[in-house]
């Protein structure tokens, strides 16, 4: 059995790397990528019917798409990788949690794979703005997730959405199972000229207790069951 890998953030992002790297630690399925060519971040589950989808097949087991995540998913399950025993995505730059997976192009990756009874776990690394992400510690988080969670049966028709708080190399942040916010996000924008420019302040979202903005604002790994 092969394991699909894909992301919004393309397929050199570092943190599909670093979704490997923790697979590797997990598990000696094949990993087959399966992820968009360019950075595609917030285009939630938009896929490609009316034009063609060209696909690079860089080796036997990496294909860069030119489409969206939801495109890369339904590529794999159809063409490139049928039958997967697992469909991953991530791991993005940045937090996904609570009504961000409307918009998430990470999330909208497993969404498309529960759709089709497929098990899949989006994760997503929250990001403090006055610190670089360090990447070896993500991976380290990645891999105790993934060691948690593809070891449980999953509902069909369902899947994980994961948010790792930004921690320090050293710390064992605790996995806790939780709901997902639904408050909105902090929508703001500021006029230059004729034109808008967003400025949301996603570290000034409503933290709902024991919600996955609570919980990964606090510093714990956050997840979320899904059902579709």
């Known amino acids: ?55 690079e097949r860089r080796n036997a087991t990496e294909f860069a798409v030119g489409g969206t995540p939801a495109d890369c998913t339904r590529l794999a399950l159809s063409h490139l990788c049928p039958n997967p025993s697992w469909v991953l995505s991530g791991i993005n730059a940045g937090g996904n949690m609570g ?9 909208a990756a497993v969404r ?3 759709f089709h009874g ?28 993934l060691t948690e969670l593809m070891a449980q049966p999953l509902e069909s028709g369902a899947f994980w959405n994961v948010n790792l708080p930004h921690c320090d190399g050293d710390d064992d942040p605790e996995i806790v199972f939780c709901q997902p916010s639904r408050c909105p ?14 400025e949301g302040n996603y570290q000034g979202r409503q933290r709902m207790p024991e919600t996955d903005v609570d919980v990964c604002f606090s510093g714990k790994i956050a997840v979320t069951q899904i059902q579709v």
Not at 130 to 135: A, C, N, R, T
């Open 1 to 55: 059995m092969a394991i699909v890998l894909t992301n919004d953030d393309g397929i050199d992002a570092p943190g599909i790397l670093a979704l490997l790297d923790a697979l590797k630690q997990v598990t000696a399925e094949t990993p087959v990528f399966v992820a968009p060519k360019g950075q595609l971040s917030g285009c939630g589950h938009q896929v490609t019917t009316h034009q063609p989808i060209h696909v």
């Open 118 to 145: 497929i098990p899949a776990i989006a994760i997503s690394q929250y990001r403090n703005r006055l610190k670089p992400l360090d990447w070896e510690t993500t991976m380290r988080l990645g891999t105790k997730v």
């Open 99 to 107: 009504v961000d997976e409307y918009i998430s192009g990470t999330v």
């Open 112 to 114: 498309e794979a529960a």
């Open 185 to 198: 996000l902090p929508v703001q924008f500021r006029l230059d000229g004729e034109a808008f420019v967003y």
